[in-house]
Protein backbone atom coordinates (compact mmCIF):
# COMPACT_ATOMS: atom_id res chain seq x y z
CA UNK A 1 0.00 0.00 0.00
CA UNK A 2 1.52 3.01 -1.35
CA UNK A 3 -0.50 5.75 0.96
CA UNK A 4 -3.11 6.78 3.03
CA UNK A 5 -4.81 8.56 -0.36
CA UNK A 6 -4.86 5.60 -2.32
CA UNK A 7 -6.22 3.22 0.63
CA UNK A 8 -9.06 5.83 0.29
CA UNK A 9 -10.08 5.58 -3.27
CA UNK A 10 -9.52 1.33 -3.07
CA UNK A 11 -12.51 1.62 -0.32
CA UNK A 12 -14.42 4.11 -2.25
CA UNK A 13 -13.95 1.95 -5.53
CA UNK A 14 -14.74 -1.35 -4.25
CA UNK A 15 -17.51 -0.60 -2.57
CA UNK A 16 -19.16 1.79 -5.07
CA UNK A 17 -18.94 -1.38 -7.03
CA UNK A 18 -20.71 -3.10 -4.89
CA UNK A 19 -23.23 -0.46 -4.95
CA UNK A 20 -23.32 -0.14 -8.70
CA UNK A 21 -23.60 -3.95 -9.34
CA UNK A 22 -26.69 -3.88 -6.87
CA UNK A 23 -28.29 -1.54 -8.91
CA UNK A 24 -27.80 -2.81 -12.13
CA UNK A 25 -29.38 -6.24 -10.91
CA UNK A 26 -32.06 -3.96 -9.41
CA UNK A 27 -32.73 -2.63 -13.06
CA UNK A 28 -32.68 -6.25 -14.78
CA UNK A 29 -34.81 -7.95 -11.89
CA UNK A 30 -37.57 -5.31 -11.77
CA UNK A 31 -40.08 -7.72 -10.84
CA UNK A 32 -38.46 -8.97 -7.75
CA UNK A 33 -38.61 -7.49 -4.31
CA UNK A 34 -35.51 -4.90 -3.23
CA UNK A 35 -35.41 -5.31 0.44
CA UNK A 36 -32.15 -7.32 0.23
CA UNK A 37 -30.65 -5.59 -2.38
CA UNK A 38 -31.35 -2.19 -0.48
CA UNK A 39 -30.50 -3.92 2.47
CA UNK A 40 -27.08 -4.78 0.55
CA UNK A 41 -26.38 -0.93 -0.33
CA UNK A 42 -26.76 -0.24 3.32
CA UNK A 43 -24.58 -2.32 4.63
CA UNK A 44 -21.80 -1.21 2.11
CA UNK A 45 -22.12 2.66 3.00
CA UNK A 46 -22.51 1.79 6.92
CA UNK A 47 -18.96 -0.16 5.94
CA UNK A 48 -17.21 3.01 4.17
CA UNK A 49 -18.27 5.05 6.80
CA UNK A 50 -16.67 2.52 9.18
CA UNK A 51 -13.71 2.15 7.28
CA UNK A 52 -12.94 5.77 6.34
CA UNK A 53 -13.05 6.77 10.23
CA UNK A 54 -10.70 4.09 11.06
CA UNK A 55 -8.44 5.54 8.02
CA UNK A 56 -8.43 9.21 9.65
CA UNK A 57 -8.12 7.95 12.88
CA UNK A 58 -4.76 9.62 14.16
CA UNK A 59 -4.09 8.18 17.94
CA UNK A 60 -2.16 5.06 15.81
CA UNK A 61 0.94 3.98 17.46
CA UNK A 62 2.00 1.64 14.17
CA UNK A 63 0.54 3.11 11.24
CA UNK A 64 1.54 0.41 9.03
CA UNK A 65 0.01 -2.31 10.84
CA UNK A 66 -3.23 -0.25 11.43
CA UNK A 67 -3.35 0.48 7.38
CA UNK A 68 -2.56 -3.23 6.57
CA UNK A 69 -5.24 -4.27 8.85
CA UNK A 70 -7.63 -1.84 7.63
CA UNK A 71 -6.81 -3.10 4.09
CA UNK A 72 -7.51 -6.68 4.95
CA UNK A 73 -10.61 -6.14 6.61
CA UNK A 74 -11.67 -4.09 3.43
CA UNK A 75 -11.27 -7.28 1.43
CA UNK A 76 -13.13 -9.02 4.16
CA UNK A 77 -16.17 -7.22 3.93
CA UNK A 78 -16.14 -6.61 0.22
CA UNK A 79 -16.09 -10.33 -0.31
CA UNK A 80 -18.66 -10.47 2.40
CA UNK A 81 -21.26 -8.24 0.33
CA UNK A 82 -20.31 -9.53 -3.21
CA UNK A 83 -21.35 -13.18 -2.18
CA UNK A 84 -24.89 -11.77 -1.28
CA UNK A 85 -24.99 -9.83 -4.18
CA UNK A 86 -24.26 -12.94 -5.97
CA UNK A 87 -26.98 -14.76 -3.69
CA UNK A 88 -29.57 -12.20 -5.28
Known sequence: MANVRDLK???NFVLGDIIEAVYV?????????????????????????????KVNDRNVENKKAHFKAINNELEEKGRALIEKVNKL
Open 9 to 11: KDI
Open 25 to 53: WEYTNTDKDTKKSEAIIDEAITTFDELIA
